[in-house]
């Protein structure tokens, strides 16, 4: 026969102080990893792209030797020349085009979460207003 008198007890708690403090937890966590994160990212790129800076640069080099051993003429047109630099150039503008125009949807994005909290806010007092309203008049009601 078992022993009813020696069962564990477990304390009862507020439901909503429970998921306050392991959301707490959660968010709390989250917020440390975003730092480490975007320097994971930010390191990734500075290592691609010094790799394949690296990598352009020695072909270039290898193909630079080739060309003075084989005597190759490496000599282009003055227009070639400048077709080339236009063409850079280009890249360069195009890749600034593309940085503004992902700052500027970020901007946009970030403003929406914002305005989505915002919105949020004001829907809870106005649920917390209503359901306040609501028991005043029914206890006003009762008596």
Known sequence: MVNMSKQTTHQIGDIYQVFQKNFG???SEAEKSVPQYFQSVINY???????WRNTVEAVFDVQ??????AQINTQIPAASTNAIDKA???LIKVGRIQ???LNAAFAVTEQNVKSFYES???YAEFYNHTVESWFTTFKNVRN
Request: hydrophobic fraction near 20%; charged fraction near 30%.
């Open 25 to 27: 937890k959660y968010f």
């Open 45 to 51: 790129q500075k290592t691609f792209l010094n790799t």
């Open 64 to 69: 630079r030797k080739y060309s003075q051993k």
């Open 88 to 90: 850079t150039d280009g």
């Open 99 to 101: 940085e503004q125009y």
């Open 120 to 122: 949020a806010e004001a």
